[in-house]
């Protein structure tokens, strides 16, 4: 283990809530299903607080990851592979709260959850607090593919990953200014508020984490996410992005799902699960399950958040009872829609 982390060290060296919103794509009536659905997290999302140029650039980078993941779907490759491409093009664009734009833990570090799910085989691999792996999807991936465990964290996490081959990068490669300015502004909150006290995270401070649902030519389902947690987390908080059932949950049979939110709320809820529990318990359409989980299990909880799921006929819903939440998805044949708001 010494000489492992010697030898990374080394390479780092080198290197109340609203009312839910749905939308539902009913893709029979045209023939043209989705293949794949994207978000970069939900939260407090106004017109009047976003600018022209960071609107463009997330649309412009969910597009970008829908087609990236559609283009593995078209060349007949696996829903994982779709999945993979489209979470690692988010993964390094810093408008999002994974990969390269990830928040800082409360020690001025950034650390990552992600997790990964085959609907086909129920197979499923996470990892959580990894500090210097550049694509926390592939580790996840990896765990499932190349480990006979599903989650692996810390150190341990990241021995594996050299093992594997992933690349990896120095802590700082991950740190942006607009993260840090936000560290600063809820540690000072702190320290004027509350004194030794530690509050309740504000629902803002866990936004923008990222996550992908895709359909294989085959009809195969599978679901992945990945963040940056919470920003200024301590102890080692761990969100339900890299929980099973919670954040990240796929079935053939019934849907995938990943979530974005207050992760608390998801992990006690299992909110992924159950949107497949009622689809198959209950007989409920993907949207009706989704919405009833988000719109009424969620939000009288007092939860906030949303999720993204699909089903093998290619039906999308997206609810999420905040402001808004980025998202899109992209039909077989190409067609590409990208939403922010919740009037969308």
Same mark, same amino acid.
Request: net charge negative; glycine share 12%; hydrophobic share 35%.
């Given at each position: 283990m010494f000489r492992s982390l010697v030898l990374l060290a080394s390479l780092a060296v080198l290197a109340l809530p609203a009312t839910a919103q749905t939308v539902e794509v009913l893709p029979g009536l045209d023939g043209d299903p989705v293949v794949l659905v994207v978000h970069g997290g939900a939260g407090t999302l106004l017109r009047a607080d976003m600018t022209d140029a960071t609107e463009r650039a997330v649309r412009g980078a969910l597009e970008q990851a829908l087609r990236a993941g559609h283009a593995e779907v078209t060349a007949g490759r696996s829903a994982l592979d779709a999945v993979t491409a489209a979470l690692q093009v988010l993964e390094d664009d810093v408008e999002f709260n994974a990969g390269r734009g990830a928040v800082f833990a409360s020690d001025g570090t950034v650390r990552h959850d992600a997790s990964i799910m085959d609907g086909a085989s129920g197979l499923a691999g996470a990892s959580t607090g990894t500090m210097h792996v550049r694509h926390p999807i592939a580790l996840a991936r990896r765990v499932m593919e190349a480990s006979p465990h599903v989650l692996l964290s810390g150190e341990g996490a990241e021995e594996f990953a050299?093992?594997?081959?992933?690349?990896? +990068?120095? /802590?700082?490669?991950?740190? !942006?200014? %607009? @993260?840090?300015? =936000?560290?600063? @502004?809820?540690?000072?909150?702190? @320290? =004027? $508020? !509350?004194?030794?006290? +530690?509050?309740?995270?504000?629902?803002?401070?866990? !936004?923008?984490? +990222?996550?992908? +649902? $895709?359909? =294989?030519?085959?009809?195969?389902? $599978?679901?992945? !996410? %990945?963040?940056?947690?919470?920003? /200024?987390?301590?102890?080692? @908080?761990i969100g339900d992005s890299p929980i099973i059932g919670a954040g990240t949950f796929a079935d053939d049979a019934t849907c995938g799902v990943s979530a974005t939110g207050h992760g608390e709320f998801f992990i006690r809820l299992g909110i992924a699960r159950d949107v497949a529990a009622r689809m198959a318990y209950l007989g409920e359409s993907v949207d009706t399950a989704a919405s009833h989980v988000i719109g009424e299990t969620l939000t009288e909880a007092g939860g906030t958040g949303g999720i993204i799921a699909l089903d093998a006929g290619g039906n999308v819903s997206m609810p999420f009872n905040t402001e808004g939440m980025y998202r899109g998805y992209i039909t077989r044949s190409g067609r590409v829609v990208t939403m922010i708001y919740g009037d969308e």
């Open positions: 050299l093992q594997q081959g992933l690349e990896l +990068v120095p /802590n700082e490669f991950f740190h !942006t200014d %607009s @993260r840090r300015q =936000s560290l600063l @502004r809820v540690q000072e909150e702190e @320290r =004027s $508020a !509350t004194g030794l006290a +530690v509050p309740a995270p504000e629902p803002w401070q866990m !936004t923008g984490t +990222v996550g992908a +649902v $895709a359909l =294989s030519a085959e009809g195969h389902l $599978a679901a992945g !996410t %990945s963040t940056g947690g919470m920003t /200024n987390k301590r102890w080692g @908080r």
